[in-house]
Every structure is written in C-alpha cells, then in structure tokens.
C-alpha cells in the first residue's frame, strides 16, 4: 500500500497569513493526488486534483504544486472559513490513501 | 447541483449486519464510478470501496480491512448505491460517507460527498 504522511499534523496561524502544508508519498504517484477540505461535522470538499488542477468553484488562494513523492498545498491570506482540516490522498493505486490529516488552527 | 444523501447508519452489536444506502440526485448516475469512504469518531478518513458502472461490469474494488464482511452495489435505476456491511467489528465505528467519483482525463478522484451517515458497532 502507499503510504501518504502529511506535516505538519496541525498548525497554528494568523488571519491573512499564507501556509503551506506537504504530503510525501511512500512511492512515485505522479500526479494522481487531490487535496481535501474538511470542517467539523462536514464532509470533505475537493480543493486540487492531478496535484495542481483546481477544482471548479474553488478561490485561488488555493495552490497545489509536486510530482512523484513529495506535494504542497498553499493557502494564500487565511480567512476565517479557511480554518479546519486539510487531507492529501493518493489515486494512483488501490488502496486509496490518505494522509493524516493537518488542522489549521486559528492563532 | 449533485447531491448525495446517506441513510441507515444505526447502533449495531458486534458480529451484526447493516446497510446503507446513498440515494444521487443532480448528475447522470450510471456515468458514474461510486466510491465509500468512512471516519472514525476524531480520526482521518480510510476508503472504503469502490463500485465501477455498467460498461466496467459492475466490478469492484476493496480495502484489505473489509474485504470480504462489505460489499459494494448499485441500483442504476434507482440512482442509489449500497454498502452492505456483515460481520461487525467495533473498529468498523465511524461516519460513512458516498463520494462520487470525476473523471478528468486519466484523473479519477473523488469530487462530490454525501453528509454522512453514522455507524455505531457496540454491545
């Protein structure tokens, strides 16, 4: 199985500050990788697929970037709804992956 | 707009046996590959299993940790997709989620999810 491991698990920053979260994949996965979104009591929201593509409706304050083993989701100017959880997962091979999680915490 | 909504979660005893059901509505259904996914109560997301359409013989894939007790089906004419779940296991606990699958090119990921439905496997 490939493994996926997301850094930092949590995170802790200010409104109008840019992050950046990665995921490392324990083997090449090209490109096949899509960044989630989720906030308590919700379901996940697609935010980038193909590693880099963004999902229709999404702001572009949201960028995604890598190939192979190692990717990174930027989040420009954090706004209050920015805050929650963020998830990385690989669709390269069965089984479908998915990072540990970060959470993106409000300073 | 596409809409998944999940039903049948319930509180089951161990070695118990449930289905659910994820009813789509907003998108042509049968174009499309079915995937589940499921969360533990404060914990991250682990897929499930996958049910491919009609023109893909219906197959399916699964996680090594419910191959075997799950099983994956749809009901095109119904617009729903199923997930039957046997042999219960306390570690089987979590919310489930349906969650479409989108295809851009060679990229099938997942862009749509129901709001979940929660199973509770206790004695």
């Known amino acids: 199985d490939i493994q996926m491991t997301q850094s930092p698990s949590s995170l802790s920053a200010s409104v109008g500050d840019g992050v950046t979260i990665t995921c490392r994949a324990s083997?090449?996965?090209?490109?096949?990788l899509v960044w989630f979104q989720q906030k308590p009591g919700k379901a996940p929201k697609s935010l980038i697929y193909?590693?880099?593509s963004l999902q229709s409706g999404v702001p572009s304050k949201f960028s995604g970037s890598g190939s192979g083993t190692e990717f990174t989701l930027t989040i420009s100017s954090l706004q209050p709804e920015d805050f929650a959880t963020y998830y990385c997962?690989?669709?390269?091979?069965?089984?479908?992956?998915f990072g540990g999680g970060t959470k993106v915490e409000i300073k | 707009e596409v809409q998944l909504v999940e039903s049948g979660g319930d509180l089951v005893q161990p070695g118990g046996s449930l289905r659910l059901s994820c009813a789509a509505s907003g998108f042509t259904f049968s174009d499309h590959y079915m995937d589940w996914v499921r969360q533990a109560p404060g914990k991250g997301l682990e897929w499930v299993g996958r049910?491919?359409?009609?023109?893909?013989?219906?197959?399916?894939e699964y996680a090594a940790s419910v191959k075997g007790r799950f099983t994956i089906s749809r009901d095109d004419s119904k617009t729903s997709v199923y997930l039957q779940l046997n042999n219960l296991k306390t570690e089987d606990t979590a919310v489930y989620y349906c969650?479409?699958?989108?295809?851009?090119?060679?990229?099938?990921?997942?862009?749509?999810w129901g709001q979940g439905t929660l199973v509770t496997v206790s004695s």
């Open positions: 049910i491919r359409r009609k023109p893909n013989s219906y197959t399916t």
């Open positions: 083997q090449d996965i090209s490109n096949f």
């Open positions: 969650a479409r699958v989108l295809v851009q090119g060679n990229h099938y990921y997942f862009d749509s």
């Open positions: 193909g590693a880099s």
């Open positions: 997962q690989q669709y390269k091979n069965f089984p479908l992956t």
